[in-house]
């Protein structure tokens, strides 16, 4: 669909979703380019309402059909985890509005806020230095560590976040996860790779045990993160979030998948400083090794990704170029969990 002909439906959509509102008209309207997985358009709306002017910006997130994930993640449960956050600490966008009906955008969608801020690609130039110069002042860093705090210290259950899953104690979230991401593997039209194949029985051979359940983001780093004023504004991509252990949010950060060369955590944080000021806003004891364990799943979950993401391109049911490319990481992937293992 083209950018005009989107714009023009979802105004439409408006105006039954905003009845009070008249001459109603978009403004800013962006699609970003930024989504692997959704077609994700930002705008802001005007209308004349009691004779005042209002303007309000919203974010529509829509199922393409043939995204990245699409098996694994649904747009109705993303929806009902970002209005479940609504009454959390944690910094979420306010959702608004889910619709199913295809007659209206072409797949289904969601409406929510559009959060202040910005959200620059930590693998850019540009990137890189946004957040090397915010880690020089200082306020990013320690907003960075808060923001994943009050996800982990959220009472899920309170939230009633539980419709999302609850492992039961011990391994099972980690031979959770790792049967996840083994079936997105086996749907991949190429053949297994024998480090693939390793990789996979040494996870399933160390899962280690839960500290305590907790509501996880599932990919926590800078570019999922809204930025303004060097605070986190909104946490953003609610695709794998799931109930379990905090350790895998915090492998995350410690991985060297997610700083591209860069000294500092997600390219914004001093290692030591995040390890000190989680723990002290946690009070959640950080486990290098079980950190080490995540961080080898990671790698294993970012094979499963690219997998999908070239066998997409390659069967033709997604032209996003940027799939194309994914074939060859792949390789550096596992190359890398290879020499984790010490291969």
Aim: net charge neutral.
């Amino acid at each position: 669909m083209s950018i005009p002909a989107a714009a023009e439906k979802i105004a439409s959509y408006l105006k039954t979703r905003l009845p009070g509102a008249d001459e109603l008209s978009l403004s800013d309207f962006v699609q970003s380019a930024g989504g692997w997985s959704h077609e994700i358009y930002t705008f802001y709306a005007n209308w004349q309402q009691g004779g005042r002017q209002m303007r309000q910006g919203f974010c529509v997130r829509k199922d393409p059909g043939c995204g990245l994930l699409r098996a694994l993640s649904s747009l109705h449960e993303q929806f009902r985890v970002i209005k479940a956050l609504e009454s959390t600490p944690a910094p979420t966008p306010r959702a608004y509005w889910y619709e199913e009906d295809p007659a209206l955008l072409g797949g289904p969608f969601f409406v929510m806020e559009k959060v202040e801020g910005e959200a620059p690609n930590p693998w850019s130039k540009a990137g890189k230095g946004f957040y090397a110069a915010a880690a020089r002042r200082g306020v990013l860093p320690r907003s960075f560590v808060e923001a994943l705090a009050s996800l982990h210290n959220l009472d899920w259950k309170a939230a009633r976040l539980d419709f999302i899953g609850v492992p039961e104690g011990g391994r099972d979230f980690a031979r959770r996860e790792i049967a996840k991401w083994e079936g997105l593997i086996d749907q991949s039209i190429r053949k297994p790779e024998p480090a693939l194949t390793e990789l996979l029985m040494w996870l399933k051979a160390n899962a280690p045990e839960v500290q305590r359940l907790a509501f996880v983001h599932g990919a926590y780093r800078t570019g999922n993160l809204m930025i303004r004023n060097d605070a986190v504004s909104a946490i953003i991509d609610w695709e794998l979030q799931v109930i379990g252990d905090p350790m895998y949010d915090v492998a995350y950060v410690l991985s060297d998948l997610n700083r591209e060369g860069s000294p500092l955590l997600s390219c914004v944080v001093e290692r030591e400083f995040f390890l000190d000021y989680y723990q002290q806003l946690t009070g959640l004891k950080i486990d290098l090794e079980v950190c080490r364990y995540y961080e080898i799943l990671y790698m294993m979950r970012s094979t499963a990704f690219w997998l999908s993401a070239s066998g997409l391109f390659a069967e033709g049911k997604n032209k996003d170029l940027r799939l194309a490319r994914t074939t060859y990481s792949v390789p550096v992937v596992l190359d890398m969990a290879a020499r984790a293992l010490g291969f």
